[in-house]
């Protein structure tokens, strides 16, 4: 049996759907659906138990969480880089994470957590993952921050050979459309092209990079999903990894994807950013992915950024059912 927890968001559903891809069905689904569309996420997919996300953690902190789970995947946390309330992201990404986590290894579970790629910064320290010099990573946000927290606590607790946490870079993919906001331009892209208008993408104001040319490590969903079940599968790989594509892309490289998929002609136009992310936009990220990498071809990704927006295009935005499913 599996515990993922955040099971209806982005990550946490197409992470079911793997699972059921290898015919595995037992499967708890920890999440608060509250008013969201999140449960359009979990329709086409198999579990055996929903359980809100408070009643997880009262079980958890009282002792009644009686399961022995084969392994629990920890994506139970606010995503919101632009989320504003500092005590909330601590309660729910930090300290909730570190509950999860010692429940896992308590019941020799595998445990496998979601950190960010937001801990990094504006990458002037790099993007090497690992935990040796994670104490000089300066988030931008709070939410990279609370995500930091948990990271340097796993070192604290010497849990480096003990558990797996993964820095997601720009994920993109089907199951993200109740995000909003939040979800990727790859999946805004589609809806405005569809509806006849041009795409568009923030100006840059870093005179390094010319409007379009800001580069982002874009990541597909299936290759996350497919990594993390090797993971699950592979006892002997524990750290702190990246995970991307390992190759940076300019924001004109996915839109010209996105036209192509659609097989429509590239229109683009350049808006101004919002004051509130000029301070802590980043401009450069590229996930280093040699230590995830030297543990096998299982770890390698399948899909680049052209590949990956095809598939997510054709296979889903285009069709009548745009939900993984099996």
Known sequence: ?????????????????????????NVIIV?????????KNLVGLRYTEYIHRDDFEDMLKTGKALWRPKGVI?????????????????KNNFEYSRLVCKYALHHGARFI??????????GTQGFNDGYGKIENLRPLNMYG????????????EK???????????NVYGPNEYHKGDMM???????????????????????????????????VYIKDCTRIMFNLLENSGV???????????RSWLDLAKAVFVAMDKKLNVEFIEMPDSLKEKYQYFTEANMQSLHSKGQEFLPTFDLESGVKDYIVNYLATDNKYLSV
């Open 145 to 156: 921050y609370s995500k930091q927290l948990f990271d340097l606590w796993a070192k604290r």
């Open 1 to 25: 049996m599996y515990i993922i927890t955040g099971g209806a968001g982005f990550i946490g559903s197409a992470m079911l759907w793997e699972l059921n891809r290898h015919g595995i069905e």
């Open 74 to 90: 920890h994506l139970g946390a606010c995503s919101s880089t632009t989320e504003t309330n500092a005590d909330f992201l601590m």
């Open 159 to 169: 849990l480096q050979e003990k558990i797996v946490s993964l820095k997601f870079f």
């Open 238 to 248: 524990n750290g702190l990894f990246n995970l991307g594509s390992g190759k940076s």
């Open 184 to 218: 990727s331009v790859a999946s805004k892209a589609f809806k405005q092209i569809s509806e006849g208008n041009p795409l568009k993408l923030f100006k840059s104001y870093n005179p390094k990079y010319e409007n379009g040319c800001q580069m982002r490590d874009f």
């Open 113 to 122: 957590n979601a950190s960010s790629a937001a801990t990094y910064g504006d």
């Open 31 to 39: 999440d608060n659906l509250a008013h969201s569309e999140k449960w």
